[in-house]
Nanobody
Framework: QVQLVESGGALVQAGGSLRLSCAAS????????MGWFRQGPGKEREFVAA????????DYADSVKGRFTISRDNAKNTVYLQMSSLKPEDTAVYYC?????????????????WGQGTQVTVSS
């Protein structure tokens, strides 16, 4: 069973930056597609970013392109989400997810394991 633990969430001012981390254990991290999703207050969970097992392929939601960067360190079993130029609308609980297939997808249903989430609050 794969366990995912997110960290790095915080309260930050608009225009600021933050880096989220997600540490994985209990599985073969290097073979998983990893994704970040978020759920804002009163909103449905939505796709943010995903990265292939090798890190060679990434995908982003249009709302975060150019501001967020997903990366991974397979030696550390960790995936990161570097967020910059943060906006109040980025306020959400951010979830890390793992997918047991090699194809990068953006749908919630495509991911097999989920973390508990970390809160990011962006003040205006």
């Amino acid at each position: 069973q794969v366990q995912l633990v997110e960290s790095g969430g915080a309260l930050v001012q608009a225009g600021g930056s933050l880096r989220l981390s997600c540490a994985a254990s209990g599985g073969t991290f290097g073979s998983y597609v990893m994704g970040w999703f978020r759920q804002g207050p009163g909103k449905e969970r939505e796709f943010v970013a995903a990265i292939s097992w090798s890190g060679g392929s990434t995908d982003y939601a249009d709302s975060v392109k150019g501001r967020f960067t997903i990366s991974r360190d397979n030696a550390k079993n960790t995936v990161y989400l570097q967020m910059s130029s943060l906006k109040p609308e980025d306020t959400a609980v951010y979830y890390c997810a793992a997918r047991r297939h090699i194809i990068v997808v953006v749908t919630i249903a495509g991911y097999d394991y989920w973390g508990q989430g970390t809160q990011v609050t962006v003040s205006s």
